[in-house]
């Protein structure tokens, strides 16, 4: 069964004439006749009742035309997507973004990315630093922007973006917010709600068990936006990395020397060969003008793109 065939049968179950199906289709009547009767072959029934200027489907015509129409139907659409990633030149990145990291950091880049490469498709995976690390190396995603992978794999190359340390979110009004700083052990009998995503979960659950600070896994929370939400109703408070972006109602206030920060790096494997769309952004996120760290405050959410990145 070929695709012409069932063109030809469209369009003379539509015009239920040879004639004028073959002048629909602008191909000679005898060509069409001969497609329509390949077609009942290969069926093993007739897929019309022929009459002599009219002609009518037959039951088993009428039951093919819905499964044929939507064949038809698919393939014009494959058909049309494939001439448009062709004539307007259409790619498309996968990018993997951790779950900790704030989709603010990087949507101005991915913002400009598009404009420069109008017929990108940006296919964002998010996922924990083990759910990216497997993407990457199963080549589901290209690109990927996380903190640390914890994976020793010799493949991943990493560009470091900027370090940033971890403080603790509280709700306005809360005795810790007038703080300029807090050690890990003034958090003694607070709720500390878990982020069981976060790439330094290790480190930082390990602080609060020798400090004696508990943290509570009453609520099963899937990502930073859902942790601040839940400090915002007052439900506990959150250790998180300076870039979380927090609404006015919550305020993030510095760790003292707990020694636990990370790095925020773009990530790629080495010996694979990078699209234009991911070599851009690379070069995008490596040029841009990241905060050194972010000790003392809160991190900016203002880093541009430098002109030489969109050389």
């Known amino acids: 069964m070929e695709m012409h065939q069932i063109r030809y049968f469209l369009a003379l179950s539509e015009t239920l004439n040879f004639t004028r199906a073959a002048e629909t289709c602008n191909v000679a009547q005898p060509s069409l006749t001969r497609a329509i009767k390949k077609l009942e072959e290969e069926f093993g029934q007739d897929l019309f009742r022929r009459e002599r200027s009219r002609s009518h489907l037959t039951e088993f ?36 973004v951790s779950q900790t990291v704030d989709m603010s950091l990087i949507s ?15 296919k964002l995976h998010r996922g924990d630093a083990l759910k990216i690390a497997e993407d990457m190396k199963s080549g589901t995603v290209e690109v990927a922007l996380s903190g640390p992978l914890n994976d020793d794999w010799d493949r991943f190359d990493m560009w470091p973006l900027f370090t940033e340390e971890f403080g603790v979110v509280v709700p306005h009004g809360h005795k ?58 007052g439900l506990g408070l959150a250790i998180v990395p300076a870039s979380t972006r927090l609404p006015d109602s919550v305020c993030w206030v510095p760790m003292h020397k707990v020694g636990v920060s990370r790095c925020i790096s773009v990530v790629t494997v080495a010996g694979r060969k990078r699209s234009s769309a991911a070599t851009t952004l690379i070069n995008f996120l490596r040029s841009a003008e990241w905060p050194e760290s972010s000790r003392g405050g809160h991190l900016s959410h203002s880093s541009k793109i430098s002109s030489e990145a969109m050389q």
């Not at 101005?108 to 940006?122: I, M």
């Open 61 to 96: 015509g009428q039951a093919m035309l819905p499964a044929l129409r939507q064949t038809y139907e698919s393939a014009e659409t494959a058909r049309k997507l494939a001439l448009s990633y062709k004539h307007e030149m259409r790619s498309t990145l996968a990018l993997a």
């Open 108 to 122: 101005p880049f991915l913002a400009e990315l598009t404009r420069v490469l109008p017929g990108l498709d940006v």
């Open 176 to 233: 810790l917010t007038m703080s300029r700083c807090v050690d890990i052990e003034s958090l003694s009998g607070c709720t500390i709600l878990a982020r069981p995503y976060c790439e330094c979960r290790d480190a930082l659950s390990k602080l609060m068990r020798e400090a004696d600070v508990k943290e509570s896994t009453t609520h099963d929370v899937p990502s930073d936006r859902d942790i601040v939400a839940l400090v915002e109703a």
